[in-house]
């Protein structure tokens, strides 16, 4: 079992900035590749970047590419999530997830944090 909890959402202006965090504990952080999702209310919950293991490797959602910034500390067990330019469409709960074999996709990800919210006022 991986628990996930994530940190550092809250209520922002339009082209301010905000940083979350996600902490690992329980199984070996660095077999995991770790991602960040995002859920608005009334939609699905989508992708939003993910980092492999050893951070040699991140991915982006389109919608985000260029302003936000995945990355991981593997000696404290923690990734995070630099969120640039935010805009009113960010608002959502964003998600921490784990997985040995995951990238992009949801289903993929077998461990979940509870979620923090990011508000984005225009």
């Known amino acids: 079992q991986v628990q996930l909890v994530e940190s550092g959402g809250g209520l922002v202006q339009a082209g301010g900035s905000l940083r979350l965090s996600c902490a690992a504990s329980?199984?070996?952080?660095?077999?995991?590749?770790m991602a960040w999702f995002r859920q608005a209310p009334g939609k699905e919950r989508e992708f939003v970047a993910s980092?492999?293991?050893?951070?040699?490797?991140?991915y982006y959602a389109d919608s985000v590419k260029g302003r936000f910034t995945i990355s991981r500390d593997n000696a404290k067990s923690t990734v995070y999530l630099r969120m640039n330019s935010l805009k009113p469409e960010d608002t959502a709960v964003y998600y921490c997830?784990?997985?040995?074999?995951?990238?992009?996709?949801?289903?993929?990800?077998?461990?979940w944090g509870q979620g923090t919210q990011v508000t984005v006022s225009s």
């Open positions: 997830a784990a997985a040995m074999y995951g990238n992009i996709q949801l289903y993929e990800y077998d461990y």
């Open positions: 980092i492999s293991w050893s951070g040699g490797n991140t």
């Open positions: 329980g199984r070996t952080f660095m077999n995991y590749n």
